[in-house]
């Protein structure tokens, strides 16, 4: 976790400015005014020795308290005045209690900080007796209670903040993994798709393109020519999928990997689903479209309901053979519904073979990532069904919204 500047633990210009401050309001005066008990070495030096510790509190907190406790002890005792005021009432000692009681735990806080200024009151208690006439009295104590209670809600809030960012950063963290595990999915979705139909199409073509070759050698060269153009088609959609992946710092497109050469290549949408069962009405598939012209959709769900009618035509072609199939494609009050409804399979058919399992699945994970729904399952003719719902605002509704971003733009 990096730290900001407040919580480094070092000397900075604040604690050098109170270690000046203290000396320069509070003992300079007595030796300018020469208005201070005892010899002026020793009020040099304790004086200093009370202030200069004062710019390393954050460093040794507990060092410095001490310092500055034996300082004002050593004061009492000899009756040393090295403030302007009278028992030397002054930063030092308030200071140094509020960075302990910031910088520690409560607990130790309260003791070390206890210790400290009770040791300082005995002593001015005993100087009290010793030296009457200098008017010895124990505000160090009175000074040090709220200075401990200043600096504890200090640590507590600066503590406070800490956690927060801590939280924020996991938060961030867990956000991004999870940005991860949902990219992962989409990706091995789409993999799986174009892989999938693909090899399924190149399957069928190429049986076709066997079995004609040389008494229809014209239609063996048709299947061989849809089998180039999948084949290439494929090629670019994997491409544009490893793009997706690798557009981001220390892996930058085209990098030197084979697949990362060639042009960009447009993402499927809504429209694309008319060339899909275009194509597969060339290769023989009885497939009705219902489309309509105004269906449309944000391109992240377009692209995942492009692939889910992919799917499905490709388990069509994988298990149920050339049987007629409807795909229907509509926008409602629900959102974007896909239907694709085929019949009972061909007995006997030549089909591009059976499958394992990972399409549906897939198309599960790709759906729920926008919160849609999947029903897929056997019809009671004999047929199969697969119903997905991608939940999504009324048409209107989000017109309404983009005409009025025009106009607040306007």
Known sequence: MRLRRTDLPSPDLLDIALALGSFGLFTLPVLIRGSGHGPTAAIVVLGAAAAVPLSVRRV????????????????????????????????????????????????????????????????????????????????????????????????????AERRLRTEAEERAREAERRVRAEERVRVSADVHDIVSHTLSMIAVRSGVARMVLEQRPDEALVALSAIETASRSALDELRAVLHSLRDGPGYPVGAGHPLTAGPAVERPTLAHIRSLVDDLRGAGYPISLALAADAGAPPPVAESAYRVVQEALTNVVRHAGRVPTSVEVERGPRGLTISVLNDVPIAGAR????????????????????????????????????????????KDATEHADRSGVRRRG
Not at 355 to 375: C, D, I, K, Q
């Open 60 to 159: 040794a907190p507990v060092p410095v308290l001490v310092t500055v406790s034996l300082v004002l002890v050593v004061a009492a005792l000899t009756d040393v005045g090295f403030t302007v005021f009278q028992s030397n009432a002054g930063p030092a000692l308030g200071i140094a209690v509020l960075t302990v009681a910031d910088r520690l735990p409560r607990a130790m806080s309260l003791r070390v900080a206890a210790a400290a200024v009770g040791l300082v009151t005995v002593a001015e208690v005993i100087a009290m007796q010793l030296h009457p006439a200098t008017g010895q009295n124990a505000i160090e104590l009175v000074l040090a209670i709220p200075a401990w209670l200043i600096g504890y809600a200090f640590g507590t809030r600066r503590q």
């Open 351 to 394: 089909r591009a073979g059976p499958g394992a399992g990972h399409g549906l699945a897939g198309m599960r994970n790709r759906v729920t990532l926008y919160e849609g729904t999947v029903a897929a399952g056997p019809r009671p003719d004999g047929g199969y069904a697969v119903c997905v719902c991608f939940p999504l605002p009324p």
